[in-house]
């Protein structure tokens, strides 16, 4: 093993997972947690899995540290993947095909690269025989796509000990953009809440053959549909957020004029920002009639809502109904999953930093709110972990990762998986070494 370069080993381990089915649902994760298990007990590091059902194992490894009571690190990544569907695809999704220095395959990006490094750079350290001042840790868990119970959230009920961190690095960010002749890459401190509804729309049924003897649902929901573009919420600069605008800007302009700031610098900036603003809605689901000839006396529109953390869903349903107007409907709120933060004032932004310099000097790291969703909630709720999103893309433009997650012909540069696996040695060595 001693001759195998580091880009090499992380390569070939990443086509060997990207080759495992392990789309969520059903997920079948345990044949992703078998293959790392085999590849990190070969060079000597203590691995478990932790299973609520069989087919659905949770890889836990482990660097055990000097002294039980210091700080810990821990590596986290999921092994699930959203669906593939080969007919949209160049190659087949599970080939873990490698091409013009990128490998293909489901997962490749979100996030089997990351899990890739983060083995790889748990097996490199043990091979120098580090040996660390507080556990250096790397979870490779199931069901982050759905959300069932079966991965994180189960493993910080279940096996807290598994998993508990003062410091961690997920997915979720590491993009390099170029933005003002500023050369930033993102690191996700915080994630906003998924807050789901549901309106219930009421009616009148009828044969549809004469239209004026009912009252249809299905057309009363359209008018409220349209009326959901008119949501609109407070702006609020978070920490977050008015750390990313002086970076890109100088300076935080007023909350009314942060999208027109940063309309001069073209249209990306905006779109990317506008999320960490406010709270978003989104209408994603309908139902109504299951016959084609009877009106709907009712119908069912779903929106995907996300929150800023700490925002109540009182205050974004308050601007709801406001947009929506008087109307025969019902709000119902569904959930309300994470929407959490870390501070960014931390021994591991020091050491993202530090890896940053060296790689790019020049180039600095940027706090941002996640848009999406991560399992870094979890943590952070559990715990109180110090938690960032962050896996550094140099070589992938930002724009064209965005584009590839969830969708056809996702790859990942072996440069990138190369330079990702580096900083995560980096950060073990600067944070427990």
């Known amino acids: ?82 669906l593939a569907d080969p007919v949209e695809w160049s190659v087949d999704p599970w080939s873990g095909e490698l091409r013009d220095g990128q490998i293909w395959g489901r997962g490749a990006l979100d996030m089997k690269g990351q899990v890739a490094a983060s083995a790889v750079a748990l097996a490199t ?93 299905l057309v009363k929901a359209a008018r409220l549909i349209g009326r959901l573009e008119r949501v609109e919420t407070e702006i609020t600069l978070l920490p977050e957020t008015r750390a990313f605008l002086e970076a890109v800007l100088g300076d935080v302009p007023a909350p009314a004029d942060v999208l027109a700031r940063l309309s001069k610098l073209g ?28 009106i709907p006396g009712s119908c069912e529109v779903v929106c995907d809502c996300r929150l800023l953390p700490g925002e109540s869903q009182s205050r974004v349903e308050a601007a709801i109904r406001e947009a929506l107007g008087d109307g025969d409907y019902e709000l119902e709120w569904l959930e309300h999953v994470g929407g959490s933060r870390s501070a960014f004032d931390t021994p591991l ?40 999103g962050f896996f550094p893309m140099r070589a992938m433009a930002a724009d064209l990762a965005a584009s590839l997650v969830h969708s056809a012909d996702e790859r990942v540069s072996v440069d990138d998986l190369e330079l990702g696996t580096r900083c995560l040695i980096h950060v073990a060595r600067e944070l427990v070494g």
């Open 1 to 82: 093993m001693a001759a195998v370069s580091l880009r090499d080993e992380v390569t070939a381990l990443l086509r060997e997972l990207l080759r495992l089915d392990t789309v969520n649902p059903p997920g079948n994760e345990t044949r992703a947690a078998e293959l790392l298990r085999a590849y990190l007990e070969s060079h000597g590091i203590e691995c478990s899995l932790h299973t609520r059902v069989p087919e659905r194992a949770n890889l836990v490894a482990r660097i055990p540290g000097r002294d039980p009571a210091a700080p810990r690190l821990l590596f986290l990544s999921h092994t699930d993947t959203v």
């Open 125 to 217: 350290l043990a091979r120098e025989g580090f040996e660390p001042t507080g556990d250096l840790v790397f979870a490779a868990t199931a069901d982050e796509e759905v959300g069932e119970d079966f991965g994180l959230s189960w493993l910080c009920t279940e096996h807290p000990e598994a998993v508990r961190a003062t410091w961690c690095v997920n997915e979720g960010g590491g993009d390099r953009i170029e933005l003002g002749g500023k050369a930033l890459y993102l690191c996700a401190t915080s994630e906003k809440a998924t807050s789901p509804f549901r309106l219930r729309v009421s009616g009148r049924s009828g044969h549809a053959s004469m239209p004026a003897v009912g009252d249809n649902a």
């Open 267 to 294: 249209a990306r900036p905006g779109a990317m920002v506008e999320p960490m603003l406010r709270a978003t809605v989104s209408p994603t689901q309908i139902a109504a009639s299951d016959k084609q000839n009877v």
């Open 349 to 388: 932004r020091d050491a993202l930093e530090s890896f940053i310099a060296r790689e790019d000097p020049g180039a600095a790291l940027v706090p941002t709110l996640l848009a999406g969703f991560t399992d870094s909630h979890y943590l952070r709720e559990a715990f109180g972990t110090v938690a960032y």
